[in-house]
Every structure is written in C-alpha cells, then in structure tokens.
C-alpha cells in the first residue's frame, strides 16, 4: 500500500534529495511512499523483463528499463514503472539520473495493494502524457491486459487470463505466453 508522506506539494527537485533508501513516486505533486514488491511480483517481474529484453536486444529495437527507475515526465508527476520500453531513436530521453520524458511501452505489475493506483490513477496519468502501450499484469489472476493508446484514449488491444498469449503493437512480434510468466 502506498502512503502519502506529505500534503506539501513537492517537486522532482525535492525528489531528487531524499536519501533514505525508500522507495517514492510523486504523483501530482504529492509524495507518495512505495512499499518494496512481494517475491511473487519480483519473478514476474524477472521473466518479462527477461523476455521482453531478448525480443528488443536481438532485433535493436530499443532500450528496456525495469524497477527502479525514474520516469520523470514533468516537475510533478515522477512514476518508477515495473518496466519501459524506449524506441532506439527516442533513446535521448533517457538521461544519467532518470527517464526524462514519455516511454513508448510501460509494464506494471499489480499488486492487491496497488489496484487502484495502477488500473486508474497511473492509467490515467499515463494516457494524459502519450504513453502509446499500456500493459497491466495480475499475478494473483495470471492475466495481463494490454492497451494502446488511440486518439487520446486507451483501447484493449489483448488480454488473456490463465492461459494464452498477448502482443504488443508496438513492438510487432513480441507475444508473451502465460506458461511463461505465471508459474
């Protein structure tokens, strides 16, 4: 679950001088603490990183960060997705401290405490700033959803839940197996 640490509106600035070895997102202004993921989440976590970073690396298509990095799309709005996925000539964006600017593909992993903040409030977030693909993935439901962004509003592109497969439409080729994440 995450907690609101401040009323106080802070800023990525602000952000950048926490040194406590926490974890933090700031969401409109407001810092927010994020508890460290479960095991379940981290194996997750580990197989589509694992997946999606072979898919990109052999056919150089791009960058592939995951958890924890900073994704800082303006002074106040700082997120650190599960997982990004930056096109090879948009690699600019990606900066020494952080992600400065819109990935092409985000990956969260919903936990039971996260549901809200990942299915609707960073949703929102990040259609407001061109985020073209959407993925969310429930690890308790062995689902993922996986939505693209089309005249400014998320569409389902696929889903499955338990067994089968999804694709992305971005990266063209890639499909990822239930088999292979949710063991």
């Known amino acids: 679950m995450t907690a609101i640490i401040t009323k106080k509106k802070t800023t990525?600035?602000?952000y950048v001088k926490i040194d406590d070895n926490n974890r933090y997102e700031v969401f409109n202004g407001e810092l927010r603490m994020v508890p460290a993921p479960s095991t379940g989440h981290q194996f997750v976590s580990r197989d589509l990183e694992f997946l999606v970073w072979n898919f990109v690396n052999k056919k150089g298509l791009g960058e592939v960060l995951y958890a924890p990095v900073d994704v800082v799309f303006d002074d106040e709005e700082v997120y650190q997705p599960d997982l990004v996925f930056i096109k090879r000539d948009r690699q600019g964006i990606i900066e020494r401290d952080a992600i400065h600017g819109v990935p092409d593909l985000i990956m969260?992993?919903?936990?039971?405490?996260?549901?809200?903040?990942?299915?609707?409030?960073?949703?929102?977030?990040?259609r407001k700033y061109g985020v073209n693909e959407y993925w969310l993935v429930f690890p308790e439901e062995k689902a993922i959803e996986v939505f693209v962004l089309e005249n400014g509003v998320y569409q389902e592109?696929?889903?499955f839940k338990k067994n089968g497969c999804v694709a992305s439409k971005i990266l063209e080729g890639l499909?990822?197996?239930?088999?292979?994440?949710?063991?």
């Open 12 to 14: 990525y600035a602000d």
């Open 108 to 126: 969260e992993i919903v936990s039971p405490s996260s549901v809200f903040c990942d299915t609707v409030e960073k949703k929102e977030i990040y």
């Open 157 to 159: 592109f696929c889903r």
């Open 175 to 183: 499909k990822i197996y239930a088999k292979d994440i949710f063991k």
